[in-house]
């Protein structure tokens, strides 16, 4: 047995399933998950010695690789002059501050510990501010755990989820009261004729839009710019507010994130994972006028022990320091480019229907033809030939997402010459196993 096998035999006694976050557990491709001791660049090291180049990045935040000595140095640093205070601190202020600097929808934002608090609280603040109680959401887009949030959602849902609950479109997971659920509106993504007969139906019912504006969690999925531009002016034509949950994309597709990619202004934005570097940190923040309905200021209440926590701060700080430096975005771009690019060559060569594209630096890879661009398509996608493209490439040393439904990373650390390793090993299973 190695020793990755008997670490996961061990894990299951105590934790459930063998994972803290149920994607880990490797269910959609089968086998024993890797467990993991040390990273340094794009590469990271598992329980058994073996070396992977890493296409997960931590599902997002390791957007300048494992380790880096800056952000590493940073969070020593704020580490020996105390780990947590539960009182403002001024590095908080800074954090803020650049926020709203490199997202100019932002007038004011707020530090919490995850993405699931981000949104749950943007979540909140709208139906505060509005004074409605209807959402609406997409098919397969993910925006954390919270009970309103799990109807027909992506991520582990999509593996794990009540799939019967998905046909009918009430909750994806146990233990949501349909009560809540029914609040939540699902729509189809890409689809702005759904969207603007919804308006058109219950316009003053509706609180909020919550979108991932590239979505990540069912594979990735690019947005019709018409789509967004839609979901912008039925929100303003109707008094709603529109949240763009940039957990995922935020400073990951660009340096003004994907709002300045596409060139729309949300009421409201979440963040995570980049913006903590590797930390728990994540943020909502918006129009003033929305944010003043936070308490301490309004009635809208959220809080948090850990929220501006200082070690996550600095590690935060020191990595959106480092995405600012010049040629950041289109480097890391080129290098997701290449990936996608090389990999479909490869494919094509050896008669496999497959694709890939890519949005600044995040990816999808697709067992069908042409790129999905909705839940029902990216469903219908070959996830048995995902998952032994995952573990050809695992074994020869090459660590994508463990589900055919999540987008993966590249970081700043991955070199010309790995992603072309990566594509080489790709070559060889198709070759192995196409036409
Ligand atoms: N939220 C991640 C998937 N989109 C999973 C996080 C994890 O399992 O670590």
Known sequence: MTRNQSLFERAQRHIPGGVNSPVRAFRSVGGAPCFFVKGQGARFIDADGKEYLDYVGSWGPLILGHAHPEVVAAVQAAAADGLSFGAPIEAEIELAELLCRLVPSLDMARLVSSGTEATMSA???????????????????????????LVKAGSG??????????????????GVPADIAKHTLVLPYNDAAALTEAFARQGGQIAAIIIEPVAGNMN??????????????????????????EVMTGFRVGLHSAQGLYGITPDLSTFGKVIGGGMPLAAFGGRRDIMEKIAPLGSVYQAGTLSGNPVAVAAGLATLKLIQAKGFYEN????????????TAAAQKHGVAFCAQNVGGMFGLYFTQTPPTNFAEVTAADTEAFGRFFHALLNAGHYFAPSAFEAGFVSAAHTEADIASTIAAAEAHFAATGR
Not at 123 to 148: M, N, P, V
């Open 123 to 149: 979540i909140r603040l709208a139906r505060g501010y509005t004074g409605r109680d209807l959402l609406i959401k997409f098919e397969g887009c993910y925006h954390g755990h919270s009970d309103s949030l």
């Open 220 to 245: 990735l999925i690019a947005p019709e710019p018409a789509f967004l531009a839609a979901a912008r002016a039925l929100t303003a034509q109707h008094g709603a507010v529109l949240i763009f949950d």
């Open 332 to 343: 890391l771009t080129a290098r997701a480019r290449q990936l996608c690019a090389g990999l």
């Open 157 to 174: 849902l999509l593996t794990f989820g009540d799939r019967a609950g998905l046909a009918q479109g009430s909750p994806s997971s146990g």
